[in-house]
């Protein structure tokens, strides 16, 4: 959960809008958690997620994979901790706190 809190602190840093940790230990073996948060523009999701490549990468944590950079949502997989980045219109659009919330 240490991991979790510090890529949550690196999206605040940024503005980060509406930030939300799924806890999906129980549901998925992609992962333990699935972090979200919206930005207002593309613009804003591409610094988000480059917030937290370049903090994490000064501490030797790098993503396993990053898709949808040049998108309106952004995937970053960290492992047990995968990183979704929406603008607020494709994140309402795809409702992952729903679809997960309606699977436990």
């Not at 549901?27 to 480059?50: C, E, P, R, V, W």
């Not at 901790?81 to 219109?89: A, G, L, M, S, Y």
Request: hydrophobic letters at 35%; glycine letters at 2%; proline letters at 1%.
């Amino acid at each position: 959960m240490e991991f979790v809190n510090k890529i949550i602190k690196l999206l605040e840093d940024k503005k980060a809008i509406d930030l939300n940790t799924l806890d999906i230990k129980e549901q998925s073996t992609l992962a333990d958690y699935f972090i979200l948060a919206s930005g207002t523009s593309n613009t804003h999701i591409k610094a988000l997620a480059d917030n937290v490549e370049v903090e994490l990468k000064k501490q030797d944590i790098y993503p396993n994979k990053i898709e949808g950079y040049n998108t309106e949502w952004i995937l970053m997989d960290y492992g047990d901790v995968v990183v979704h980045i929406f603008t607020e219109k494709e994140r309402q659009n795809y409702n992952l706190e729903e679809l997960y919330k309606r699977n436990q």
